[in-house]
């Protein structure tokens, strides 16, 4: 059997990608109006979507995550995830071509005060963190076992 789809393998790639939309999805439903801002900062949508997006994306978040713990459409969930991977990367991507940096407001809002240099090499390792659960993502989306997990 391939490691790849061994029931226990996918059963631990999904658990540890549910975490992290559970740890991303909780800041972010505490703090709507700092989540807006971060939304905001980005500088990619109309002022009208902002709002509507801060309050729903982490409730996206969390549905997805329970959705890969408790199997119900987990491989659906994880497509979704696929999905918000692939856009939270080009909206990093191109806040970091364009020079603005940005706090990506993946895990609530930054206390910390940082200088230029030091949020676009945040926003490298964020990037690069996305493309990982990108690929967990696709991995739990796309792999199949011949037994129930």
């Known amino acids: 059997m391939n490691w790849l789809v061994h029931p226990l393998v996918l ?12 740890f991303a999805a909780v800041p972010k439903l505490l703090d709507p109006p700092g989540f807006a801002q971060a939304v905001f900062a980005y500088g ?5 979507l902002v709002a509507p997006l801060a309050l729903v994306l982490p409730w996206l978040e969390l549905l997805t ?3 890969l ?14 999905v918000l991977m692939v856009v939270f990367t080009a909206g990093l991507g191109f806040n970091l071509a364009k020079g603005n ?14 200088t230029k240099d030091q949020r676009l090499f945040d926003m490298k390792m964020a990037l690069l963190r996305d493309l990982g659960l990108a690929l967990l993502a696709l991995h ?10």
């Open 11 to 22: 059963r631990l790639s999904r658990w540890l990608l549910a975490a992290v939309m559970l």
């Open 140 to 149: 739990g989306a796309l792999a199949q076992t011949s037994k129930p997990e």
């Open 44 to 48: 990619l949508l109309p002022m009208a």
């Open 65 to 67: 995550a329970l959705g």
């Open 69 to 82: 713990v408790f199997g119900v459409a987990r491989r659906s969930a994880a497509a979704l995830i696929l």
């Open 101 to 114: 940096p940005v706090d990506c407001g993946c895990f609530g809002t930054a206390k910390v005060q940082k």
